[in-house]
């Protein structure tokens, strides 16, 4: 089975601006969840789709928003960027016995 | 107090040795337990779960689960250089509820 996919890889964006990024789960994985990560504060929870509907969230500021389609592919959008979300995204689809994480978005914001 | 914490290390340990990673969580009622690995620059890698109380084996890996204390620890035997990575605990409230905790993770260095 092909693994969880996150695009684009890499992005640098500038204050202000905003962004959208892409994870395709595990083929037959309903639950996407988003996490941020950053040497200060670890990985931190965003939120978790399951069968398009926003079943958990975590606690950052409305700027984070995401969905998930029909085919389960999610998308995590960040309006306003800050300096602050520079970050490397993961997503993580789910099933019994753990989460499966993607390569990551690395996000540069200068 | 940090819902899941781990020492941040570094963790050392020879090669062939046993490293022995801990973690403890303040949610009671959490009820299934992860660790990961995470090489530098990589994304974490799943590597065991535990949900019940005691010892679960794979490989060279071993987890170990105490509800009571709110303890879960992993046991490294054998200790490979390439085990040399952050190793994260992570902690999810309830079965089907996918809004895991992580801890900050404990790096672990092997040396040859």
């Known amino acids: 089975k092909a693994g969880v996919t996150q695009t684009p890889r890499y992005l640098i964006k500038t204050r202000g601006q905003q962004v959208t990024l892409s994870c395709s789960p595990i083929?037959?994985?309903?639950?996407v969840s988003w996490y941020q990560q950053t040497p200060g504060q670890g990985l931190q929870f965003l939120f978790e789709?399951?069968?398009?509907?926003?079943?958990n969230k975590g606690n950052f500021p409305g700027r984070f928003s995401g969905r998930q389609f029909s085919n389960s592919r999610s998308e995590m959008n960040v309006s306003t960027l800050e300096l602050g979300d520079s970050a490397l995204y993961l997503c993580?689809?789910?099933?019994?016995?753990?989460?499966?994480f993607g390569p990551g978005t690395r996000l540069t914001v200068l | 107090q940090k819902e899941v914490e781990q020492n941040s290390g570094p963790l050392s340990v020879p090669e062939g040795a046993i490293a022995s990673l801990n973690c403890t969580y303040s949610?009671?009622?959490?009820?299934?337990f992860f660790w990961y690995r995470q090489y530098s620059g990589k994304s974490p890698e799943l590597i065991m779960f535990?949900?019940?109380?005691g010892d679960k084996e794979d490989g060279r890996f071993t987890a170990q689960l105490n509800k009571a204390s709110q303890y879960v620890s992993l046991l490294i035997r054998d200790s490979q250089p390439s085990d040399s990575a952050t190793y994260l605990c992570?902690?999810?409230?309830?079965?089907?509820?996918?809004?895991?905790?992580f801890g900050a993770g404990t790096r672990l260095t092997v040396k040859p």
């Open positions: 993580a689809s789910s099933r019994e016995g753990g989460q499966f």
């Open positions: 083929s037959g994985h309903r639950s």
């Open positions: 789709y399951f069968s398009e509907t926003q079943r």
């Open positions: 949610d009671r009622g959490s009820q299934s």
């Open positions: 535990i949900y019940s109380n």
């Open positions: 992570a902690v999810n409230p309830g079965r089907n509820n996918n809004d895991m905790r």
